[in-house]
Nanobody, 120 residues
Framework: QVRLVESGGGLVQPGGSLRLSCLAS????????MGWYRQGPGKERELVAQ???????YYADSIKGRFTISRDMAKNMAYLQMNSLKPEDTAVYYC??????????????GGRGTQVTVSS
């Protein structure tokens, strides 16, 4: 059974930084895409950043130049470094892994989210 757990959220002042982590546990052989979504208050869930197995990245326009996604394939982990945070970045952040090949077969998995609050 594959399980994703996010960590690193919290309360930060505008202009501050946070680093989110997502760990996939279980007997995992391969992960294709690792991504981060967020859902702010009263907003729809949106894709923030994604990284492929080859290292290609995608960033939403709203966070380009401020957030950086990375992955540690040996540890089955994804990270989201968030700098210059703004109040509008306040949201629950979810990691989502696509094409996870595990002992259970191949499927997509998502975490339960971690709260990020940007406020003075």
């Amino acid at each position: 059974q594959v399980r994703l757990v996010e960590s690193g959220g919290g309360l930060v002042q505008p202009g501050g930084s946070l680093r989110l982590s997502c760990l996939a546990s279980g007997t995992i052989f391969e992960i294709n895409h690792m991504g981060w979504y967020r859902q702010g208050p009263g907003k729809e869930r949106e894709l923030v950043a994604q990284i492929s197995a080859s290292g290609n990245t995608y960033y939403a326009d709203s966070i380009k130049g401020r957030f950086t996604i990375s992955r540690d394939m040996a540890k089955n982990m994804a990270y989201l470094q968030m700098n210059s945070l703004k109040p509008e970045d306040t949201a629950v952040y979810y990691c989502n892994f696509l094409g996870v090949r595990s002992a259970s077969g191949t499927s997509n998995y998502g975490g339960r989210g971690t709260q990020v609050t940007v406020s003075s």
